[in-house]
């Protein structure tokens, strides 16, 4: 096996992310419209989407990556939301846009129509959560779209086994799609509890950061084969046991969180960018076998569903925004006010990924009697279609929606001063348990070392504090910032002495990367890492 396509596909994604950072445009959308010009790039690999690769093992990490990231707290706060749009809304568009395309497209079954609907329902959770983190949009809209794009795909995932249970003629009831929904629902969400705790209590026991970290990059895809073994969901599964798990990380030990931290983020990295590329790629294998159709037919049906699907999710968002609130005076009390501008923002930030895609390549060639499956080459266009369309209209288009309806975005003043309030509180609680630890004989230090640590609260209370505080006018820099440049300054002049220590033999090579080690550690702590 040539492993060359895969590499290149990698280091080409991982570029093009990084030069999307210094431009407006957000790489997910960079990295697809460079997939669409690349796919006619002559010599270019055959980078055809195989759903048995993406369903089970690329689609895992992903969630699993977003769900560590995710607030357990703020997602049961805004749970009715959240289930209004991942279950609800899925299930809605399943069957609008799916009856729709019914109308719309001659000759194809209401069946395979229905399977459409049900690939096309699920807003993507990579898109949505880039978008909104580099939007700065409030919390609370920014938790409500990541929340259902955990969800979404196994309501969208179970609805499309359904469908196309009816389309291939392997017969289909209400009766067996509502039991399907809650043995894969109901059965995905048990799966995650049942692994969750003991996952957890492996976590806390294991004491090599190594071994604990090969763990956390095996979980996902327990969580996901288990479930799907049984029938049930796997994203769900790998939903709860990663929200449980990052809920409680607090509970881990400090080098594997550090160590885990960097390894899942350059994961996600590397298959967010791959997996961009990959769907601007798909294009040549999307157009083949149109050729019962005619180029204005198929770009008047792409039209339509786009159109059908944003419309859609507009029809669904508005009044689940406001009817519970009006009908409901619990509802009104509990959840804070809202405008028509939220639900216009969630409305329009809708855009579809790479699972719409694995889905509809997963849509079989034939049918239980052996006969081609209905309009299966105009269902994958249609699916690749609505992709692009809503990846490169919503996306590029958002940022201009929010600016103009003047949306407050996050406050980065009340946030620092969030965090100085929470970092005070709790460098009484440890000044508190120091003296407590000094008044015992046993913990005798030279006053010195005492001071020491003191120094260390005192220096990490007033950091924050610092960043509040008035800025240096030549260097536009606050107090904390230029602390910690000076820091890393004399730091890189320790390193540098210690390379030559080494070069002239005077220390081996073994010391040196001990003593660099500590040094990096000491310039972790001294740099604040912005987002």
């Known amino acids: 096996m040539d492993a060359l396509p895969l590499v290149g596909l990698i280091a ?53 990556t977003a769900a560590l990231d995710s607030s357990y707290l703020d997602l049961r706060a805004n749970l009715r ?24 497209v001659p000759d194809l079954p209401l069946t395979a ?21 580099r939007l700065g949009l409030p919390s609370r809209v920014t938790t409500i779209l990541q929340g259902e794009s ?22 289909a009831s209400w009766a067996g799609g509502i039991g399907e929904f809650a043995l894969a629902s109901l059965g995905g969400i048990g799966v995650g509890l049942v692994l969750m705790v003991p996952i ?19 979980i996902p895809f327990v969580a996901y084969a288990a479930a799907e073994r049984v029938g049930a969901s796997g994203v769900l599964a790998v939903v709860v046991v990663a929200l449980y798990l990052g809920h409680h990380s607090w509970q881990v ?60 999710r507009f029809i669904w968002v508005f009044p689940a925004t406001f009817l519970p609130r009006a009908l409901s005076p619990r509802i009104r009390k509990r959840e804070p006010d809202t405008n028509w501008t939220a639900p216009m923002i969630v409305g329009w930030a809708g855009m579809r990924g790479v699972v719409s895609l694995a889905i509809a390549f997963s ?72 003296e407590e630890l000094l008044a015992d004989e046993r913990n005798a230090l030279p006053q010195p070392l005492a001071d020491r640590l ?15 505080g008035a800025v240096n006018p030549v260097t536009g820099e606050s107090a904390d910032d230029t602390y910690r440049r000076l820091a890393r300054e004399m730091i890189g002049a320790e390193r540098e002495v210690f390379v030559q220590l080494r070069d002239q033999r005077r220390i081996d090579d073994e010391m040196m990367r001990t003593l660099l080690r500590r040094l990096d550690l000491e310039e972790a702590a001294a740099y604040r890492e912005e987002a």
């Not at 089970?56 to 992903?62: E, K, N």
């Not at 939301?81 to 719309?104: C, D, E, H, N």
């Open 454 to 468: 003191r120094n260390v609260l005192e220096r990490r209370r007033n950091a924050v504090w610092e960043r509040l």
């Open 12 to 64: 080409a994604s991982a570029a093009i992310a990084g030069a999307a950072r210094r431009t407006p445009v957000p790489a997910p959308l960079l990295l697809v419209t460079v997939g669409l010009i690349g796919a006619y790039v002559p010599g270019m690999p055959d980078y055809t989407l195989d759903p048995h690769i993406v369903l089970p093992l690329v689609l895992p990490p992903l969630l699993h």
């Open 150 to 171: 955990l969800v979404n795909d196994a309501t969208a995932i179970t609805a499309y086994k359904v469908a196309l249970a009816a389309a291939v003629g392997e017969g």
């Open 363 to 434: 849509i079989p060639l034939t049918t239980a009697a052996d006969q081609p499956f209905p309009a299966r080459n105009l269902v994958l266009f249609l699916t690749f279609t609505t992709v692009i369309g809503t990846l490169v209209i919503q996306g590029l288009t958002l940022p201009a929606l929010i600016r103009a309806l003047k949306v407050p975005g996050r406050d980065p003043q009340a946030e620092t001063l969030a965090e100085a309030q929470a970092q005070s509180q709790a460098s009484r609680a440890a000044e508190q348990r120091l």
């Open 113 to 133: 129509a229905l399977v459409l609907g049900a690939v096309v329902a699920p807003p993507d959770a990579v898109a949505a959560t880039a978008i909104a983190r």
């Open 253 to 312: 030990d400090f080098a594997t969180r550090l160590q885990e931290g960097a390894v899942w983020k350059m994961v996600a990295f590397i298959l967010e960018c791959s997996v961009f590329a990959l769907i601007g790629l798909q294009l040549p294998f999307v157009v083949q076998g149109l050729g019962g159709y005619s180029v204005g037919e198929t770009l008047w049906y792409a039209a339509g569903v786009f159109v059908a699907v944003v419309a859609v």
């Open 81 to 104: 939301p959240v289930a209004l749009l991942s279950v609800g809304y899925t299930l809605f568009a399943t069957v609008a846009v799916g009856y729709l395309a019914y109308l719309l």
């Open 200 to 218: 957890h209590w492996m976590r806390t026991h294991l004491k090599e950061a190594l071994l604990q970290n090969t763990l956390s990059l095996l």
